[in-house]
């Protein structure tokens, strides 16, 4: 099986501009969560979709925003970009019941 | 609130030795608690649940319920340990998984 796929990789973004992130998860696989990695931080949930529901979702402001599609992409959203959203952020996919999480590489996002 | 807790950002020890990385929570039903790792260059992916009690690549851990912690343990740390290492919980009836902040874990020649 394909594992995460995450694009872009890379992103350079300027304050006050948005960005849409994208996730594949793994074949089979409904549920899928978003994470930002920072060195400061670690890594901090943001949300979790399955079939295309937000079932839960972190401290994180409303400029963060995610979506699920029926074939369970997903997508995630930062608008009015700040400086400290410069991070890795991570997807992961799992199927549901079975509660591993598998990891994406990442889109490593850099706000100027 | 769901919380975990890895008191160490850098571990270093010498190969051969033996190493243990903390791990606390705080979360007030039954978890299930994981390690994942992330190796250099790698995804981030999981190296051992509770539920499993199973030792993976020699490193074990045990769910201390009175004293809310997940410590993993190897006794002989070997080069390509070095890595960074999550403790991670996921709640019962929830799909959210919170992690601690990481331990680097260093081997020294």
Not at chain 1, 2 to 15: D, E, F, W
Not at chain 2, 60 to 75: C, R, Y
Request: with cysteine.
């Amino acid at each position: 099986k394909a594992g995460v796929t995450q694009t872009p990789r890379y992103l350079i973004k300027t304050r006050g501009q948005q960005v849409t992130l994208s996730c594949s998860p793994i074949s089979g696989h409904r549920s899928v969560s978003w994470y930002q990695q920072t060195p400061g931080q670690g890594l901090q949930f943001l949300f979790e979709y399955f079939s295309e529901t937000q079932r839960n979702k972190g401290n994180f402001p409303g400029r963060f925003s995610g979506r699920q599609f029926s074939n369970s992409r997903s997508e995630m959203n930062v608008s009015t970009l700040e400086l400290g959203d410069s991070a890795l952020y991570l997807c992961a996919s799992s199927n549901a019941g079975y509660n591993e999480q598998f990891f994406g590489p990442g889109t490593r996002l850099t706000v100027l | 609130a769901q919380r975990v807790t890895q008191p160490e950002k850098l571990l270093s020890v010498f190969k051969g030795a033996p190493v243990e990385l903390k791990c606390n929570y705080s979360y007030s039903g039954s978890p299930e608690l994981f390690w994942y790792v992330q190796y250099s260059r790698q995804r981030l992916q999981l190296l051992l649940r509770h539920i499993s009690r199973e030792s993976i690549k020699g490193f074990t851990a045990d769910l201390n319920k009175g004293e809310t912690s997940f410590h993993l343990k190897k006794p002989f740390a070997q080069e390509e340990d070095s890595a960074m290492y999550y403790c991670a919980l996921k709640g019962s009836g929830d799909d959210k998984i919170i992690f601690g902040k990481g331990t680097r874990l260093h081997i020294l020649p």
